[in-house]
């Protein structure tokens, strides 16, 4: 079956600090995936995209990995800022379907 | 432009209550799609278009219709509401299969 799972659940960091996010897939055959920011109360943003053939794509002070053989994947957030409160989503796209596969997501809290 | 717009924001029905949500996006996108999303759960797709006369059923359909007559609007009728679908809806679009998502803001619905 396919699956995006993500963790931490949730996470709480002080301001400036680094974190990094977590997304594993069991998405066959795999398309793409996508990490998305969703703001409390709004709809999800999108971040990234990575194809099979990319290992890295950031987006200013968000970077994502990718990794096809094992399967996973991280977004590394650098130097959090207090608007770096949201909850990150991964989305995994089957290349058979072009159907996207939803994480449950990771709820961010930076601190002052 | 104003990206993917839905309407209401916000809506209670009772029980049996039958109701239509918005959705209408300026971008030409040909793709659009409905996801509900609830606690502990990713973004589950409701139903799905991929241009003007042509829809189909996604993961979670029962309950729902859609028609898509313009480009631009992509309404989701509730036949008769029932408890199990309090959620909130997300409208969202796309140009080609391999683009971004754009999401609206969602409507919070709740069914007494």
């Known amino acids: 079956k396919n699956q995006v799972e993500q963790s931490p659940q949730s996470l709480i960091i002080l301001e400036g600090k680094n974190c990094t996010l977590q997304c594993n897939y069991t998405v066959s055959p795999f398309s793409n995936l996508r990490w998305y920011k969703q703001d409390t109360g709004r709809g999800p943003v999108s971040l990234t995209i990575?194809?099979?053939?990319?290992n890295t794509k950031s987006n200013g002070r968000y970077t994502a990995t990718l990794d096809a053989d094992t399967k996973q994947s991280s977004l590394h957030i650098t130097a959090s800022q207090l608007s770096d409160s949201a909850s990150y989503i991964c989305v995994v796209s089957d290349s058979g379907t072009y159907k996207y596969i939803f994480g449950t997501g990771t709820r961010l809290k930076v601190l002052a | 432009n104003a990206g993917v717009t839905q309407t209401p924001k916000f809506q209670v029905l009772k029980t049996g209550q039958s109701m239509t949500l918005q959705c209408a996006q300026d971008m030409n996108h040909e793709y659009m799609s409905w996801y509900r999303q609830d606690p502990g759960m990713g973004l589950r797709l409701i139903h799905y278009s991929v241009g003007a006369g042509i829809t189909d059923q996604g993961e979670v359909p029962n309950g729902y219709n859609v028609s898509r007559s313009t480009t631009e609007d992509f309404p989701l009728r509730l036949l008769s509401a029932a408890p199990s679908q309090t959620s909130v809806y997300f409208c969202?679009?796309?140009?080609?299969?391999?683009?971004?998502?754009?999401f609206g803001d969602g409507t919070r619905l709740s069914i007494l």
């Open positions: 969202a679009s796309r140009y080609t299969q391999n683009q971004p998502q754009h």
């Open positions: 990575m194809t099979f053939s990319e």
